[in-house]
């Protein structure tokens, strides 16, 4: 079956403007997650949804940040007036339910460059 | 504050060696212990997992052990092959908040021919 997709994979913008990453989970899972993976780094939660709610936003790095969640489906991270410490790769990953969240299967991920 | 320490950075063993990970936590409410694989330009994949409650598990040629009073887990890959080369990471949770992994920083395995 169709695995976790992301798009786009590569995004390059310019200091100051705003990006939209999307996800899309595995049809059926109900809890995704957002996380970042800067270069030599390991990953850093961002966001957790379970259904379209987020419980959990401690991750995100600032208020530029945001992410949302719509009929219990797609996701978008948003980035408002991108940094450079922005570039990384952004990973999705979805689960059955977050009480199995250790079954996270994750996407390819958005490679984000800020120049 | 980085709760899950992990080493080697990088590690380069020939076909058939045991390439061993190493992973150490800090907080004892963790109680899952997964290992992800990481290829190039892919996202990670669930490749093993324990519990505290054993001290090793085993899969296919992938070991965890699990040391508790410690609090050190490691990854043993056995008879290790060219296409186990990879980024390993560890992570850990807790029950009270699952979903939530804390990663280690990874280790870059390169298994030669």
């Known amino acids: 079956g169709a695995g976790v997709s992301q798009s786009p994979s590569n995004k390059v913008t310019e200091k100051g403007k705003d990006v939209e990453l999307r996800c899309d989970p595995i049809s059926g899972h109900t809890a995704l997650y957002w996380y970042r993976q800067r270069l030599g780094q390991g990953l850093e939660f961002l966001i957790y949804f379970q259904g379209n709610s987020a419980p959990d936003k401690s991750g995100l790095p600032s208020d530029r940040f945001s992410a949302e969640r719509t009929g219990e489906s797609v996701s978008t991270l948003t980035i408002q007036r991108t940094q450079q410490e922005d570039s990384a790769v952004y990973l999705c990953?979805?689960?059955?339910?977050?009480?199995?969240?250790?079954?996270?299967?994750f996407g390819p991920g958005t490679r984000l460059t800020v120049t | 504050q980085q709760q899950v320490k992990q080493s080697p950075q990088s590690l380069i063993v020939q076909k058939g060696g045991i390439p061993i990970i190493n992973c150490a936590y800090e907080n004892t409410a963790f109680d899952y212990f997964p290992w992800y694989q990481q290829f190039p330009g892919k996202g990670p994949a669930l490749l093993i997992a324990i519990r505290p409650d054993v001290s090793e598990k085993k899969e296919g040629r992938f070991t965890i052990s699990f040391n508790k009073s410690a609090k050190q887990f490691s990854l043993h890959i056995m008879d290790s092959q060219p296409g186990d080369s990879a980024t390993y990471f560890c992570?850990?949770?807790?029950?009270?908040?699952?979903?939530?992994?804390?990663f280690g920083k990874g280790t870059l395995l390169t298994v030669n021919p």
């Open positions: 990953a979805s689960s059955w339910e977050s009480l199995r969240a250790y079954e996270q299967y």
């Open positions: 992570a850990s949770s807790s029950g009270g908040s699952n979903y939530k992994l804390t």
